[in-house]
């Protein structure tokens, strides 16, 4: 006797806000199609204080899991049943996994770019001067991966004296990594001896993607590697540090590599990285 047809989809998306332009759905369909899942992911824009009820209604329409982008990713915490220790640490969560009745938080944001760094751009943070721009989710979780990887110091630079010294204290106390703060009440001028510059903010996402980090670009030199979380391939920021002479990471790789990261913790297969890439890069006109 045949089977019986099944026509449900398993559901999976980002919450967000702005969400319109959030690319990531395309990298996760062209994942679905290549193996053949009967997936669907959302891209649902979701307001910061409607946050409770959409995470209520992930778990009504027995969602298998979600993405958090901003704002989402620190307030989320509250809406969860467990949170894995390196989310913990980090103390944001951007992609949770239901695993029946419960909802488990983890955080692919640090490792995703940091597979981008080391792997495609051949940048090792070991030993390196990091300045980190910005104190949010994002910034939470990759200052402490590249502190893991053995980075000498990290510079966060935040509006916000408070979450700023927030992540430094996280950072001294759970890290080796020699971490300090620097207020940013004008344009900043990155320090002689950085190695790598990161844009950790929201600053050059849409509808501002004409916008970038209010930074002292004449500051930027050759020798730095200067990095973007923002999943474009030519940021203002990057496009002005790269005139600059410095090398230039976009945000594309580290939004393919968490991504991966988060299918196999949702489907518990290995994702189909390159397809995903290629998928991204189409979207975005690079083939």
């Known amino acids: 006797m045949a089977d019986a047809p099944n026509y449900k989809e398993e559901l ?49 329409m027995n969602m298998r899991g979600i993405n958090l982008t901003i704002p989402h990713k620190v307030a989320v915490l509250a809406h969860l049943d467990e949170v894995k220790e390196a989310a913990a640490l980090m103390g944001a969560v951007n992609t949770v996994v239901r695993t029946g009745d419960r ?84 344009p900043y001028p990155v320090p002689a001896g950085t190695h790598i510059l990161v844009n950790a903010t929201s600053i050059g996402l849409p509808p501002g993607a004409d916008q970038k980090p209010d930074i002292a670009y004449g500051s930027i030199t050759g020798g730095m590697a200067v990095c973007d979380v923002i999943p474009a391939p030519a940021t203002p920021f990057l496009l002005t540090a790269r005139a600059q002479g410095a090398q230039v990471v976009d945000g594309l790789g580290m939004l393919v590599y968490q991504g991966a990261i988060g299918f196999k913790l949702w489907t518990g297969l290995d994702a189909p990285v390159k397809v995903m890439y290629q998928a991204l890069a189409r979207a975005f006109g690079l083939s």
């Open 103 to 186: 909802l488990v938080g983890e955080n692919t944001d640090g490792k995703g770019f940091l597979t981008a760094l080391t792997q495609d751009a051949k940048v090792d943070p070991r030993g390196r001067n990091i300045v980190i721009l910005g104190a949010g989710g994002a910034a939470r979780a990759i200052a402490v991966e590249l502190a893991l990887a053995g980075a000498e110091r990290i510079t966060v630079v935040n509006r916000s004296a408070g979450r700023g010294r927030e992540l430094v204290e996280l950072l001294a106390s759970r890290t080796p990594v020699r971490a300090s703060y620097a207020p940013w009440s004008g």
């Open 12 to 60: 999976i998306g980002v919450f967000g806000h702005p969400v319109a332009e959030n690319p990531t759905v395309v990298m996760y369909e062209a994942a679905f199609a290549e193996l053949g899942l009967h997936w669907r992911y959302l891209t649902i824009e979701v307001l910061p204080q409607d946050l409770a009820a959409a995470m209520n209604g992930l778990r009504a």
